[in-house]
C-alpha cells in the first residue's frame, strides 16, 4: 500500500484537485443569485459533493485492479447501470422537462453518468480478454453476443433522450475499439458515421418540422442551428452565453460580477458555467483551465502507451477519451460550434453524480499510473542484480 503511496502521479494529481477547487469557487459565484434560502447552499453541496469524491478517489487509488476483472462482477454492474437507466428513463418523473435522473433525498442520480465508467471497465476487460486477431474480420471482436449488455445501455440513453451522454459512451467504446488493435479503416468508418448522424441530427429534425419544443432534449439540439429563432425557450441559454463570453473579454470582468448569471442564463452553475467562467475570469482563465485538462489528459495517455498491460493501456485510453470529448462537447455547446445537450464541464460544473464518476475516472487512472511506475522500478531492479 505504501508503495503504490510513494508512486503518486502528481502530473494527474495536481491538476484535478485544482480544478476541482476552482469548479467549488465558480460553483459557489456562478449559483449564489440563483440559491434559495441561502447563497451558499450550492457551495456546501459541491464541497460535500469533492469531499465525498476524494474518498472514493482515494479507495480505488488504494485498491487492486484485478478487483475489476471478474466477469461476474463486470456482468452485474452492467445490469444495474441499465436497471437504473430504465428506470430513470420510464419511471421516474422528468427533472426540467428531461428524463434521465433518479431523485433521491437530498440528491439526484444521473445514471447515463455512471455508464461511462462501468463501459470504461467492462471494454478494458472485454479487449484484455478477446483481442481483435487480424485476419479475423471483427469475427473475434463480436461474437459471443458479448456487445448486448452495452448495447442496451447505448439504447437506453438515446432514447432518453440524452444526446450528450450518448456521444460520449459512443466515443468512449470506439476509442476503445480503436486501441484494442482493430483495423484503422473500421475505426475511421464507425468514427465518421457517429459523427455525421451526431451534428446533423439537428438539422433533419429542423427539416422534418419536428416540433422540438415538445422534447425538451430535441429542443436544446436544434437551437444551435438558428439561436435567434428560439431566443424566447430554447435559445436563450446560447444567445446569453454569446453575451457572457464577449462580456469577459480576455481578462474578465471580476469574480461575483457577472451580469448573465443574475437570470439571463438558465442554469449557470451547470453545463454553461464555462460561460460565467469566461465572463468573470476572461479567455486567459479558459485557456488555463484548458491547459490542466490537457496535462491530466496527455499524462494518462503517456502512462497508457508506456504499459504492456493490455488491460491498462486500453482502460487508461478509455478515460482520456472520456474526458476529451466531455470538454470538447461542453465547449462546443457553450460556443454553438455543437449543439446544446446537457453535458457538464469536468471538475467545473456543479453535479454529485458527475464529480463522483470524474472521481472514480481519476482514482483508475491514478492507481494505474502507480502500478506501471512500479512496474518498471521493479524492471529496473532486477536488471540491476543481474
Known amino acids: ?142 461474437k459471443g453476443g458479448r456487445w448486448f449488455l452495452p448495447s442496451i445501455i447505448l439504447v437506453l440513453i438515446l432514447v432518453m433522450p440524452d444526446m450528450g451522454n450518448f456521444a460520449i459512451n459512443g466515443f468512449i467504446v470506439m476509442v476503445m ?47 444551435f442551428v438558428n439561436p435567434w429563432e428560439y431566443q424566447q425557450s430554447s435559445g436563450t441559454q446560447l444567445i446569453n452565453s454569446y453575451y457572457a463570453i464577449s462580456n469577459g473579454g480576455l481578462f474578465g470582468v471580476g469574480l461575483g460580477n457577472s451580469i448573465q448569471k443574475t437570470g439571463y442564463l438558465p442554469e449557470p452553475n451547470t453545463d454553461f458555467i464555462m460561460a460565467v467562467v469566461g465572463e468573470e475570469w476572461g479567455a486567459i482563465v479558459i485557456v488555463i483551465v484548458l491547459a490542466l485538462m490537457g496535462i491530466i489528459i496527455g499524462r494518462i495517455i503517456q502512462v497508457g502507451t508506456r504499459t504492456h498491460e493490455t488491460y491498462i493501456r486500453i482502460m487508461m485510453y478509455g478515460i482520456a477519451a472520456y474526458l476529451t470529448i466531455q470538454v470538447l ?30 472521481s472514480i475516472a481519476i482514482g483508475l487512472a491514478m492507481n494505474a499510473s502507480a502500478t506501471v511506475s512500479r512496474a518498471r522500478q521493479m524492471k529496473v531492479i532486477q536488471e540491476k542484480t543481474r
Open 1 to 142: 500500500m505504501g508503495k503504490k503511496t510513494n508512486n503518486l502521479d502528481y502530473y494527474i494529481l495536481i491538476p484535478a484537485v485544482t480544478l476541482a477547487l476552482f469548479g467549488i469557487v465558480n460553483v459557489f459565484s456562478a449559483s449564489s443569485n440563483m440559491a434559495s434560502g441561502s447563497p451558499f447552499s450550492f457551495l456546501i453541496k459541491q464541497t460535500f459533493f469533492v469531499f465525498v469524491a476524494v474518498i472514493v478517489g482515494t479507495f480505488l487509488f488504494k485498491m487492486r485492479l484485478n478487483y475489476l476483472m471478474s466477469s461476474r462482477f463486470l456482468r452485474i454492474m452492467l445490469w444495474i447501470i441499465i436497471m437504473l437507466l430504465a428506470f430513470a428513463r420510464f419511471i421516474a418523473p422528468p427533472v426540467n422537462g428531461a428524463h434521465g435522473w433518479i431523485m433521491l433525498p437530498g440528491f439526484s442520480l444521473q445514471p447515463a453518468e455512471f455508464a461511462k465508467v462501468a463501459l470504461i471497465v467492462y471494454f478494458a476487460n472485454f479487449f484484455a480478454r478477446h483481442p481483435y486477431q487480424k485476419g479475423h474480420a471483427l469475427e473475434t471482436t463480436f
Open 177 to 223: 475499439l480503436l486501441a484494442s488493435g482493430i483495423a484503422w479503416y473500421w475505426a475511421a468508418g464507425a468514427f465518421s458515421a457517429f459523427g455525421i448522424i451526431w451534428v446533423i441530427l439537428p438539422k433533419i429534425i429542423e427539416t422534418m418540422q419536428i416540433d422540438p419544443q415538445k422534447h425538451y432534449s430535441l429542443a436544446r439540439l436544434v437551437a
Open 329 to 358: 462537447i461542453n465547449l462546443g455547446g457553450v460556443s454553438g460550434v455543437l449543439p446544446i445537450t446537457g453535458v457538464t464541464f469536468p471538475f467545473i460544473s456543479y453535479g454529485g453524480s458527475s464529480m463522483l464518476v470524474l
